[in-house]
């Protein structure tokens, strides 16, 4: 089985800062596109960062200079550095990626991040 588990989240202030952990069961390179989602209640599901083609790095506009996606490939891990929380990044932040072997989407179960004013 292939699995993309999130840890990290939790309770900040405005301003504070997080960084969540996109773990892999696997070799990290099994998966393409590596990315970060995220979504509030009542809201829909956004993306925030990913990986593009030519090791390049995308991002929202309502998080850039804020948050930066890296990688650990010994480690199988992906991450999501937040700076400079703000309230309305409150939500649940997902991990995606496509699983190679499958042509499959995989899916974290989430983190939840609340952020306080």
């Known amino acids: 089985q292939v699995r993309l588990v999130e840890s990290g989240g939790g309770l900040v202030q405005a301003g504070g800062s997080l960084r969540l952990s996109c773990a892999s069961s696997?070799?990290?390179?099994?998966?393409?596109?590596m990315s970060w989602y995220r979504q509030a209640p009542g809201k829909q599901r956004e993306l925030v960062a990913a990986?593009?083609?030519?090791?390049?790095?995308n991002y929202a506009d309502s998080v850039k200079g804020r948050f930066t996606i890296s990688r650990d490939n010994a480690k199988n891990t992906v991450y999501l550095q937040m700076n400079s929380l703000k309230p309305e990044d409150t939500a649940v932040y997902y991990c995606?990626?496509?699983?190679?072997?499958?042509?499959?989407?995989?899916w974290g179960q989430g983190t939840l991040v609340t952020v306080s004013s």
């Open positions: 995606r990626g496509l699983w190679v072997q499958e042509s499959l989407e995989v």
């Open positions: 696997g070799s990290i390179f099994s998966f393409n596109g």
């Open positions: 990986f593009v083609s030519g090791g390049s790095t």
